[in-house]
C-alpha cells in the first residue's frame, strides 16, 4: 500500500503549463488582444481562469490555531494493547499506520511570529485500514475551562481587543480570574514550557478523555501522552524576542529542515487508563479536562511510536486545507461524557463546511486510505454500530446515558461542580440543600440508547 497514493506530489510536476482542464497552454505572458495595444478578448480562456483561480486562492484562515506546520510520517505499535481495544490499527506491535500532522500555534493570525506564550497545538490524523483517526491535542495537558459554553469567550479574551487590535492581558485575565479552573492550564503556559524551543522539542497530550472498547465490549476511559524523543526543550522571554526577530517562522523551518536532512523527529505514544466502574474512586473527575491524572496512581502506558520522516508536498493543500476534528473515530476508539469534547465534536467540522467549503472531505488529506465497505442497512437499533467483516464491533453503552451523580460536593472540596453549574453560588447553595443539582437523581437513559446499544 503506498500511503501517498493520489496526494499531491512534486513528482508530477511537468515541463509544460496547462489549464485546470490539462490543455496545454502556449502564452503565459501575454494576453490575447485586438492588435498590439489592447482590448483583450473574452476568449482569452487561460487568462479567464488564472484570473478565477487567483481571485479564490486565499481560503479564510482558521478561526484559532491558523498558525502550523505539518509533516508526514507513520506511527508504529511497540505494546500489545490489545486487551484495551479493538482498534485495527493497534492490532499488533510491528503495525505501521501513515500519518500526517500539524503543530500550530493557538491564538494569533496565520502569518504570527512562533515564538509567542501561547499553547501549541499537536494534531494527528492516522490514516488506518478502517478510515481515518483524528487526534487533535495540544502540547499541554489541560484545558482552561471544562464547558465548551465558554470556549468562544475564552478565545475571544485571548485574541486582541476588537477596537485597537492589540492583545491585552488584562482582558486575559479578566476571563480567567473569572474562572478558577483555568489556573493549572495557566500555570503550565507561565511557566517555562510556556515557550516551547520549536515543534520538535514538545510534548503532545490528546488533553480530553477518550473511552477504549475491546473485542468483549469492555470499556476504559484513556488520556494519550506524545513524549519527544529528543526531549523538550524551551525558549526563555529574551531568547524568544531574539529568535522571533531573526525568524518569525523558526519552528517551521526546523522542522522542514529536519526532516529534509533525514534528522526525523519522533515522539513515543503513552496511555493512561481508567476502569469507568472505579471512576468514583479518585478525588477528582477523569472526564474533567482541567484536571490531569497523576502518574503515580494512573501510571504512563506505552503502546507506540511516531516518526516523521517526509516533509508535505504543498502547503496549501496539506497544511491549509488540512482539516482535524475530534469526532472522526475509528472502531476501538470512542468519545467519553467529557462535555468539552462533545462540544469540539460539533465545531470542528461546522467551522470547516464554513472554512473549506462542501468540497472539505475532497480534499487530498482528508482522503481516508481505505474507504470503509458500504454495509446493508439493518434493523434500527443496529444502525449506528461499527462492523468488521460483517461481524458487529462493540461501542460502549455508558457513553449513551447520564451519568449517575457524584457524592455530596462537600465530602469532595475539590471536586468541581457538576451539571449544577461552575457557578461558586450555586456550588454552596446545593450544598446547603436549598436547590437540587440538575444531575442528581436516578441515571436515565437518553433517547440514543435502543439505537445505539452494543450488540
Ligand atoms: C469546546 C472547546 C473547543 C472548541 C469549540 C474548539 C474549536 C476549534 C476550532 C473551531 C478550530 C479550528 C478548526 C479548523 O478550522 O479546522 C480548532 C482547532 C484546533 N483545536 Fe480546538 N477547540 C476546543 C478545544 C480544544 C482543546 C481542548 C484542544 C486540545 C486538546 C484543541 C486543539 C485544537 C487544535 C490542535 C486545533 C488545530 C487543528 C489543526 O491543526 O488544523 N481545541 N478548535
Given at each position: 500500500m503506498d500511503p501517498y497514493k493520489g496526494r499531491p506530489s512534486s513528482s508530477f510536476n511537468g515541463p509544460l503549463w496547462s489549464t485546470n482542464s490539462g490543455a496545454p497552454v502556449w502564452n503565459n505572458n501575454n494576453s490575447l488582444t485586438v492588435g498590439s495595444r489592447g482590448p483583450i478578448l473574452l476568449e482569452d480562456y487561460h487568462l479567464v481562469e488564472k484570473l478565477a483561480n487567483f481571485d479564490r486562492e486565499r481560503i479564510p484562515e482558521r478561526?484559532?490555531?491558523a498558525r502550523g506546520a505539518s509533516a508526514k510520517g507513520f506511527f508504529e505499535v511497540t505494546h500489545d494493547i490489545t486487551h484495551l481495544t479493538c482498534a485495527d490499527f493497534l492490532r499488533a506491535p510491528g503495525v505501521q499506520t501513515p500519518v500526517i500532522v500539524r503543530f500550530s500555534t493557538v491564538i494569533h493570525e496565520r502569518g504570527s511570529p512562533e515564538t509567542l506564550r501561547d499553547p501549541r497545538g499537536f494534531a494527528i490524523k492516522f490514516y488506518t485500514r478502517e478510515g481515518n483517526w483524528d487526534l487533535v491535542g495540544n502540547?499541554?495537558?489541560?484545558?482552561?475551562?471544562?464547558?465548551?459554553?465558554k470556549f468562544p469567550d475564552m478565545v475571544h479574551s485571548l485574541?486582541?481587543?476588537?477596537?485597537?487590535?492589540v492583545q491585552e492581558n488584562w482582558r486575559i485575565l479578566d476571563f480567567l480570574s473569572h474562572h478558577p479552573e483555568s489556573l493549572h492550564m495557566f500555570t503550565f503556559l507561565f511557566d517555562?514550557?510556556?515557550?516551547?524551543?520549536?515543534?520538535?522539542?514538545m510534548d503532545g497530550s490528546g488533553v480530553n478523555t477518550y473511552t477504549l472498547v475491546n473485542r468483549a465490549g469492555k470499556s476504559h476511559y484513556v488520556k494519550f501522552h506524545w513524549k519527544p524523543t529528543c526531549g523538550v526543550k524551551s525558549l526563555l522571554d529574551d531568547e524568544a524576542v531574539t529568535v522571533g526577530g531573526t525568524n518569525h517562522s523558526h519552528a517551521t523551518q526546523d522542522l522542514y529542515d529536519s526532516i529534509a536532512a533525514g534528522n526525523f523527529p519522533e515522539w513515543k505514544l503513552f496511555i493512561q487508563t481508567i476502569d469507568p466502574d472505579h471512576e468514583?474512586?479518585?478525588?477528582?473527575?477523569?472526564?474533567?479536562?482541567?484536571?490531569t491524572w497523576p502518574e503515580d496512581i494512573v501510571p504512563l502506558q506505552p503502546v507506540g511510536r511516531m516518526v516523521l520522516n517526509r516533509n508535505i508536498d504543498n502547503f496549501f493543500s496539506e497544511n491549509e486545507q488540512l482539516a482535524f476534528c475530534p469526532g472522526i473515530i475509528v472502531p476501538g476508539i470512542y468519545y467519553s461524557d467529557d462535555k468539552l469534547l462533545q462540544t469540539r465534536i460539533f465545531s470542528y467540522s461546522d467551522t470547516q463546511r464554513h472554512r473549506l467549503g462542501p468540497k472539505l472531505p475532497a480534499a487530498p488529506a482528508q482522503r481516508a486510505q481505505v474507504r470503509p465497505p458500504q454495509q446493508p442497512l439493518r434493523r434500527l437499533h443496529e444502525l449506528h454500530a461499527p462492523r468488521r467483516g460483517g461481524r458487529l464491533l462493540p461501542i460502549p453503552l455508558r457513553s449513551c446515558q447520564a451519568r449517575p451523580p457524584l457524592p455530596h460536593p462537600l465530602r469532595h472540596p475539590h471536586r468541581p461542580p457538576r451539571?449544577?453549574?461552575?457557578?461558586q453560588g450555586e456550588q454552596l447553595q446545593a450544598a446547603r440543600g436549598e436547590v437540587p443539582f440538575m444531575g442528581s437523581g436516578k441515571a436515565r437513559p437518553v433517547h440514543q440508547e435502543m439505537d445505539r446499544r452494543t450488540l
Open positions: 478561526v484559532v490555531h502540547n499541554f495537558p489541560v484545558f482552561f475551562i471544562r464547558d465548551g459554553m485574541k486582541p481587543n476588537p477596537k485597537s487590535h517555562d514550557i510556556g515557550i516551547p524551543a520549536d515543534y520538535r522539542h468514583d474512586r479518585f478525588d477528582f473527575d477523569p472526564l474533567d479536562v482541567t484536571k451539571e449544577g453549574g461552575d457557578c
